[in-house]
């Protein structure tokens, strides 16, 4: 989707991918295989996506009992993110149905294990894209569990115990203690919820690559869910912020809304030029087909620019776009439970929240099919704790 609406740098298929299509097939070669709703003990319930359809509808399943290092979570809100919408469509051909969407989780705790002991009942949490990881790994060891080779994400990923994970668009969740973030109560849970995925999605690579400096200047290509996001992070770290953008019509949004200091339209070839070699860094969030090469062009010498969006088909990179001027092309996938914790706490300390559009569960098809026009400003968040029923 142009602008920046996807989220889906860290939708990637996972290392273990062929492992999970290895133990669905032989759940289907003569192994009695469970149904959804007796694989666990305890009862949960949802909204599920049955085929490549990607069409969603009430899906009773199960839940693990919470274990000694678990934290079980009552969900209240979960964001739609536009992977969401990808991953229930099949297009990136990993789908295993059927499967419940969403990795903008927020809450309130109602069990913990025997070894947890930085989360208490009633205390609100959340949890973003991830549910697991090796936790040995060199890159687990370093905090960056969002690259380990044995990544385990929120929803339609192979669990420790062989089994599926399922997502936030339910009532209930068990997640290890390690993956559980702690909200401040002065963060909004609705508008804190995608955070956990499209903030942490921006939020770590400027840290990472040194672009949370007062006074650096920083462009925003795409004003969709992630860009509107990586805005208020650049104005909260005191840069000047750029957003550069396909539509005439979001500069107003841009500048008098969300604070941008200016806006350039990518196809006015007069304001490009006139903003060549001005930018410290760039954070690409547009998941679909562009030029690269007039983009770096507005990067100064060593600049950096950094890709989170994932369009579907490869770029065109020239690559004197790069060498004049020593400038790096980067990618960044999500950020490690760490990074994502401080993002939390730096979201409610500068009073950093998503614009959403709140909606019922009821409406979640609709929704989907506006997300597919980018027809939403700027998330879709389903209040789940007031219209999610079994009935």
């Not at 668009?169 to 919820?193: C, T, W």
């Not at 969006?309 to 990618?331: C, D, M, N, R, V």
């Not at 997300?371 to 704790?385: C, W």
Request: charged content about 20%; aromatic content about 6%.
């Amino acid at each position: 989707m142009a602008d920046g609406g996807s989220c889906s740098s860290h939708e990637y298929r996972s290392p273990h991918h062929s492992d999970r299509k290895k133990a669905m097939a032989e759940l289907g070669n003569g192994k009695k295989q469970a149904s959804p709703e007796e694989v666990h003990p305890r009862k949960a319930f949802g909204w599920a996506a049955k085929d490549k359809s990607g069409v969603l509808s009430p899906f009773a399943f199960s839940r693990r009992n919470t274990g000694a290092d678990d934290v079980t979570i009552k969900i209240l809100y979960c964001g739609i993110c536009h992977s969401d919408l990808h991953t229930a469509k099949n297009e990136w051909s990993n789908a295993i149905y059927p499967m419940v969407p969403g990795h903008e989780i927020v809450g309130v705790v109602t069990e913990v294990g025997q070894n947890v002991q930085n989360f208490k009942v009633g205390e609100k949490v959340g949890v973003g894209c991830i549910v697991n990881s090796c936790l040995s790994c060199q890159n687990c060891n370093r905090d960056y569990e969002n690259y380990c080779p044995r990544i385990i994400l929120t929803y339609n990923s192979l669990d420790v115990d062989g089994t599926m994970t399922y997502g936030g668009y339910s009532n209930m969740v068990v997640v290890n203690q390690h993956f559980v973030i702690r909200f401040p109560e002065n963060l909004p849970l609705d508008k804190g919820a995608p955070l956990l995925c499209a903030g942490i999605t921006v939020y770590s690579p400027l840290k990472e690559h040194g672009l949370d400096v007062p006074g650096k200047h920083l462009g925003v290509v795409g004003l969709g869910g992630l860009g509107h996001v990586a805005v208020k992070f650049g104005k909260a770290f005191g840069m000047k912020v750029t957003v550069i953008s396909t539509s005439l019509k979001k500069e107003k949004e841009a500048i008098e809304r969300l604070g941008a200091d200016a806006f350039l339209v990518s196809s006015n070839a007069e304001q490009m030029q006139a903003a060549m070699g001005t930018m410290d860094g760039i954070i690409n969030t547009v998941s679909a087909d562009h030029s690269i090469a007039p983009l770096a062009f507005l990067l100064k010498t060593h600049g950096k620019m950094i890709m989170v969006g994932a369009p579907e088909k490869p770029l065109q990179l020239p690559i004197f776009s790069l060498i004049l001027g020593g400038k790096t092309l980067a990618g960044s996938c999500i950020g490690g439970i760490k990074a994502t914790q401080e993002m939390i706490d730096f979201a409610a300390k500068n009073n950093i929240t998503a614009d959403i559009e709140l909606i019922p569960i009821s409406y979640l098809n609709e929704a989907m099919e506006r997300l597919t026009k980018a027809d939403v400003r700027y998330r879709f968040v389903i209040d789940i704790g007031n219209s999610l029923t079994e009935a």
